[in-house]
């Protein structure tokens, strides 16, 4: 799938305020753990360094922002999970998190972040779990590719580590993409893969 516009749309903290969403458009949303990558991914995705903005900083990013790719569809940036700076922060971010993800009825697909540096942590697990209990679909994204030491079987990690996830959630692994911006690992399949997606969904998406 060939990408020809990407703009961003705006950034909203409530639904009811989401009067820049057109309900006839999919929408993709990436979650993960503070500073896994989001806003990275995004660029890479889309092919523009700066379409979403990046922070070395966890916890930057504490609204919903939202990219409409095409025409047609949009990418859905969520706040990242699990650093707080306070309480009352901690209970905005996962209000806005749960409010998206459990009562936005045109969230197409989830994307879940994890650094696979350090692969899935007790708080994936928890919000895993969340998606599992709200019979949300999802699919994990392990980036930080670029990040790791050569002589690291990361293959051989993303496997046990599912097979652990399988073992403790009693689930079988979703499916997963390994993310390397340097190497432009995957790029091609994830985008792929939101184009089947978008067919199933009878869009028409203008092929590369």
């Known amino acids: 799938m060939k990408i020809f ?11 009811n305020h ?17 500073n896994v990558g989001k806003s990275s991914l995004i660029n890479f995705l889309t092919h523009r360094k700066k379409l979403a903005k990046v ?12 990219f409409l790719i ?11 999970y699990g650093f707080f700076p306070d309480i009352k922060m901690k209970r905005e971010i996962y209000r806005i998190i749960k409010d998206y993800i459990f009562y936005r009825k045109k969230m197409t697909y989830l994307f879940l972040l ?20 709200n019979h949300v679909q999802f699919c994990f994204i392990f ?18 580590c599912l097979e652990q996830l399988e073992k403790n959630m009693g689930i079988n692994p979703p499916k997963y993409f390994k993310i390397s911006i340097k190497n432009q690992l995957e ?3 994830i985008m792929k893969y939101i184009e089947q997606l978008n067919y199933k ?8």
């Open 5 to 15: 516009s990407a703009t961003f749309e705006g950034s909203i903290n409530q639904l």
């Open 201 to 208: 969904r009878k869009l028409i998406i203008p092929n590369s």
């Open 114 to 133: 994890i650094d696979c540096r350090r692969l899935i942590q007790q708080i994936d697990y928890y919000f895993i779990e969340m998606l599992l209990e």
């Open 187 to 189: 790029k091609k399949n």
């Open 143 to 160: 980036t930080k590719m670029d990040k790791l030491k050569k002589y690291m079987n990361i293959d051989k990690k993303i496997s046990t």
């Open 55 to 66: 922070s070395s900083s966890p916890g930057k990013t504490k609204l919903i922002n939202i």
């Open 70 to 80: 095409n025409h047609q569809w949009y990418l859905i940036d969520l706040p990242g």
């Open 18 to 34: 989401s009067s820049i969403l057109n309900e006839r458009n999919l929408e993709y949303a990436f979650a993960g753990r503070s």
